[in-house]
C-alpha cells in the first residue's frame, strides 16, 4: 500500500472538497437539504423539493420522463374520498362511473362540494388533506372529496408534472359525472389545490367549462410551469385565486388568477420558515387558517413589485376563506405572523 505524506494527503482532501464545491456552484444547488438559495428560476437543474411529510428531496429538472409509466393509466388511478359531517374522520370511496358508490355514501347534492387536490409526493392521507377538510367541516355543512393520486405523484418530478392535466381531467370528468348522478350545483363548487394540485384542479375546471364557482391555487408549482399553457389560469373557474409563498423557486411568481395574492412578499422565507420548502407548504397552512376565522386580509397593489415589498394600499379583498360568492381581481399583498393561526 502506497503511504503518502501527511502534506500530500491533506491536498488531496482539499482538491476532492474543492471538486464537490465546484459541482455544487456549477449546478446551482446547495448541499444543505432544503436550501434554495442558490436556485435560479430557469436557469438552474436542480432544486429540492418536500414530500408529504416536509423531507426535501432534491431533484434533477432535467430527468427525463418515464414514458412507460406515463403511457400507462395517470388520472384512470385517482381516488375520489368524500367526508362530511357524519364520517369526518373515516373517508367514503366514491368511484367515477358507480352509481352505487355515489348513492349509498352520505354524498347529498344539495350542499356546496369542496375539492382538495394534494402535490407531489402526497397522497390523500397527507396533513393538508385532514387540516383543509376539517376547516371547511367546521364553517359549512358540506361534501369534501379529497383527491389522491399518489401512483403517479410518487414518480420523478418531470413524469408527475407531465402527467398533471391528465389527473385534472379525469377529475373534471369524475365532477361532472357525480353531478349528473347523484345532484349538484356549479356556483356551490370550490376547487383547491396545492403546488402541481394547482395545475391539476386547473384543468379540471377548464374540463367542466370553467363553470366551478371557486378555484383555488396553493402556491401552484413553478418548475416546468412557466408560460405553460396547461398550468392553472384565469379560465379555470369563474373565480380563480392564486396565493404565492415560495415564488421564483417552488412556487410561480407571476400572476395567473383574478386575483393573485403575495402574503410577505410571496417569497421565501415566509415568517417561521428557514427553508424554502416550508414556505411552500406555508401556503396551505394559511388557506386552512382563513376557512376557519377569515382574518388574513390584503390590499392591492399597483404591480408586482409593490406586491413583493407588501407596500399595498389599495382596496382590500380577503384571502383565502370559504366564501362562494367571493369576487376579485388584481394583486394583493399582506402581512401575517409566524405561527398558526397567522
Known amino acids: 500500500m502506497k503511504i503518502f505524506p501527511r502534506s500530500s494527503l491533506i491536498m488531496r482532501v482539499f ?110 392521507n397527507t396533513h393538508m388533506n385532514p387540516m383543509i377538510t376539517e376547516a371547511f367541516l367546521a364553517v359549512t355543512d358540506c361534501n369534501v372529496i379529497v383527491v389522491d393520486w399518489n401512483r403517479l405523484a410518487s414518480q420523478g418530478y418531470n413524469t408527475a408534472a407531465r402527467g398533471a392535466p391528465d389527473v385534472g381531467n379525469h377529475l373534471g370528468r369524475f365532477i361532472q359525472f357525480l353531478f349528473n348522478t347523484a345532484g349538484g350545483n356549479w356556483n356551490d363548487l370550490h376547487l383547491v389545490g396545492f403546488s402541481l394540485g394547482a395545475h391539476i384542479v386547473g384543468n379540471a375546471g377548464r374540463q367542466v367549462g370553467g363553470r366551478a364557482r371557486r378555484v383555488t391555487g396553493l402556491d401552484p408549482a413553478g418548475p416546468t410551469w412557466g408560460g405553460n399553457s396547461q398550468a392553472l389560469n384565469r379560465n379555470s ?23 393573485d395574492f403575495y402574503p410577505n412578499g410571496g417569497r421565501n422565507p415566509q415568517p417561521g420558515c428557514s427553508i424554502s420548502t416550508c ?64
Open 237 to 259: 373557474g369563474r373565480y380563480v385565486e392564486a396565493i404565492h409563498t415560495d415564488g421564483r423557486i417552488l412556487g410561480i411568481m407571476d400572476p395567473i388568477a383574478h386575483a
Open 15 to 124: 482538491v476532492v472538497f474543492a471538486g464537490f464545491i465546484a459541482i455544487c456552484a456549477g449546478t446551482s444547488y446547495s448541499p444543505v437539504p432544503g436550501n434554495n438559495s442558490l436556485y435560479v428560476e430557469g436557469e438552474s437543474r436542480y432544486i429540492w423539493m418536500p414530500d408529504g411529510e416536509g423531507v426535501p428531496h432534491l431533484v434533477d429538472l432535467h430527468e427525463p420522463v418515464d414514458e412507460d409509466f406515463f403511457n400507462s393509466r395517470n388520472g384512470n388511478d385517482n381516488q375520489y374520498w368524500l367526508f362530511t359531517r357524519q364520517n369526518r374522520n373515516s373517508r367514503q370511496i366514491l368511484q367515477n362511473g358507480n352509481a352505487n358508490s355515489v348513492r349509498n355514501s352520505n354524498y347529498r347534492g344539495n350542499r356546496p362540494t369542496k375539492v382538495i387536490v394534494h402535490g407531489w409526493r402526497n397522497n390523500g
Open 279 to 342: 414556505s411552500h407548504g406555508r401556503a396551505t397552512e394559511f388557506f386552512a387558517a382563513t376557512v376557519q376565522r377569515g382574518h388574513l386580509v390584503g390590499r392591492l397593489c399597483s404591480n408586482i413589485s409593490e406586491a413583493e415589498r407588501s407596500n399595498c394600499n389599495g382596496r382590500q379583498l380577503h384571502m383565502g376563506n370559504a366564501n362562494l360568492g367571493k369576487q376579485g381581481n388584481g394583486l394583493y399583498g399582506l402581512r401575517t405572523g409566524a405561527s398558526w393561526p397567522f
